[in-house]
């Protein structure tokens, strides 16, 4: 595998279910992020982890739980989410590095449907 | 409030011909910005960015413009190619939040052969 990969593709679920997204860079970086996209809005910022530290939640309702247990991998952990929370959600690292830029790498994202 | 604004959803040229897209920012503290491209069914890729400090960066058939005065940046595609056809994002960091990126809502580029 190579890049940034996201399981599963596609995810239908009710909203009493428990799911969870997983996301795996085999890049070597160092930060990790989880984004919605949600249709006719632009990417939203939920998550950012640095060297396994949550660095950023962007105010996101607490039915949404990340844990990022390494460098490597990410996961949103989903619980009584809302038909309003059906969205493309999108993992994304890049390599952290004190005061200079740097592009964020994407996966595919997961597409996911409440009902 | 949207600080990155694509107000174009869409633009359709022909092969061969320039593709410009544009972007329009509100937050003066941004001081780099980047654009993606997306096709269906894949995440983002990277294409292009520039500082602040810059008022053009060229890659190949594409170019970066920013006009800091105007709050205004535009991507040039030259020549343009069907395989251009996706839709592209620009996007903005803040001086101290290089990490957090603000999006627009996204131009769908259409290359007509």
């Known amino acids: 595998e190579t890049g940034v990969t996201q399981t599963p593709r596609h995810l239908v679920m009710g909203m009493t279910n428990k799911k969870s997204l997983k996301c795996e860079q085999h890049l070597g970086h160092n930060a990790m992020y989880w984004y919605k996209q949600s249709a006719k809005k632009p990417l939203e910022l939920m998550f950012v982890y640095s060297l396994e530290e949550r660095v950023e939640n962007n105010s996101v309702p607490s039915r949404f739980s990340p844990e990022c247990p390494n460098s490597s991998h990410l996961f949103l952990h989903l619980h009584t989410l809302q038909p309003e929370d059906s969205a493309l959600y999108l993992c994304?690292?890049?390599?952290?590095?004190?005061?200079?830029?740097?592009?964020?790498?994407f996966g595919p994202g997961t597409r996911l449907t409440v009902l | 409030d949207q600080q990155v604004k694509q107000n174009s959803p869409s633009l359709s040229v022909q092969e061969g011909r320039i593709s410009i897209l544009n972007c329009d920012y509100t937050?003066?503290?941004?001081?780099?910005f980047l654009w993606y491209k997306k096709y269906p069914a894949e995440g983002p890729t990277f294409l292009i960015s520039i500082s602040s400090i810059k008022d053009k960066n060229e890659d190949g058939r594409f170019t970066v413009f920013l006009n800091k005065s105007a709050k205004h940046l535009s991507l040039h595609i030259v020549p343009s190619q069907p395989g251009d056809s996706a839709v592209y994002f620009c996007?903005?960091?803040?001086?101290?939040?290089?990490?957090?990126?603000?999006f627009g809502k996204g131009t769908l580029l259409t290359v007509n052969p």
């Open positions: 996007a903005a960091t803040l001086r101290g939040s290089n990490y957090k990126l603000t």
């Open positions: 994304a690292s890049s390599q952290r590095r004190g005061g200079g830029h740097n592009e964020q790498f």
């Open positions: 937050n003066s503290m941004f001081d780099y």
